[in-house]
C-alpha cells in the first residue's frame, strides 16, 4: 500500500474508508483493491486507531451503497444501454433473456459467488441489473455478501496486527496473483465467446 493511501485513511478515517470502497464498488478505478483498504482499516482498529465495530458498519455501509447503485443503474437503465450500444458489442436481447431466465431458476447462486469474488464484485452487480435479476432476490444476497466480505476482511487485518509488515509482503503478492487469474479468465472467455457459432436470428 502507497504511503499516500494510508495517510489518506489515517487522516481521514472512517470518511476515507468509505469513499474509497464506495467509489470502487461503482466502477471508479481505485489505486488499491478494496480488499486491501478492509485489510489496512482493521490493522488501524488492532493499533486503537479507529473502532472495529465503526469500521465494520462503516465498510460494509459502503460496499453495499455501491453495489445497490450500481444495480439499479442498470436495472432501470439496462434497456436503453443495450439499445444504444455499440454494434460491435457482442450482446442479444435472445442471450439477455436466457441469461435472465437461468438466473432465475437456481442462478442466484452465480450472483453470491460472484459478489465474494475478488476483482469481479462489481461485475456482478452490473450484470444482475442489465438481466434485469429481481431486487428481492439481489437485494439479500448482495447485504449477505456485503457483510461477509467486509467482516473477514477487517477482522484478518486485526488478527494480523501485530505481524502487519511481515504480512503486507505476502498481501502484495497475493493480490498480483489474483490480478493474473482474473486476466487468465477473462482471457479464456473473450476466446470462448468467439469461438461459439453465431446466433441466428
Same mark, same amino acid.
Given at each position: ?103 432465475? #431458476?437456481?442462478? &442466484?447462486?452465480? *450472483? ?6 475478488? %476483482?469481479?464484485? =462489481?461485475?456482478?452487480? +452490473? !450484470? ?36 502487519? #509488515?511481515?504480512? &503486507?509482503?505476502? *498481501? ?6 489474483? %490480478?493474473?487469474? =482474473?486476466?487468465?479468465? +477473462? !482471457? ?14
Amino acid at each position: 500500500m502507497s504511503s499516500e493511501i494510508s495517510h489518506y485513511i489515517m487522516h481521514y478515517g472512517y470518511i476515507a474508508i468509505f469513499t474509497l470502497i464506495f467509489i470502487q464498488e461503482i466502477g471508479i478505478p481505485n489505486p488499491i483493491p478494496n480488499e486491501l483498504v478492509l485489510l489496512f482499516s482493521g490493522y488501524l482498529t488492532f493499533q486503537k486507531t479507529l473502532s472495529l465495530p465503526i469500521v465494520l458498519i462503516t465498510a460494509t455501509t459502503a460496499d453495499l451503497s455501491g453495489a445497490i447503485l450500481l444495480y439499479f443503474t442498470f436495472y432501470y437503465s439496462g434497456a436503453f444501454i443495450l439499445s444504444h450500444k455499440p454494434k460491435w458489442l457482442p450482446v442479444s436481447m435472445a442471450k439477455i433473456n436466457k441469461l435472465s431466465a437461468e438466473m432465475s #431458476t437456481g442462478g &442466484l447462486w452465480t *450472483i453470491f459467488l460472484g459478489r465474494i469474488t475478488p %476483482l469481479i464484485r =462489481g461485475y456482478v452487480s +452490473v !450484470i444482475s441489473g442489465l438481466i434485469q435479476v429481481k431486487p428481492k432476490q439481489y437485494l439479500p444476497i448482495v447485504l449477505v455478501t456485503a457483510t461477509m466480505v467486509c467482516c473477514s476482511y477487517v477482522i484478518a487485518g486485526y488478527l494480523l496486527g501485530p505481524y502487519w #509488515t511481515v504480512a &503486507l509482503v505476502q *498481501i502484495v503478492k497475493i493480490k498480483y496473483g489474483l %490480478l493474473g487469474v =482474473g486476466a487468465l479468465v +477473462v !482471457i479464456i472467455l473473450v476466446i470462448r465467446h468467439f469461438r461459439r457459432k453465431p446466433e441466428t436470428p
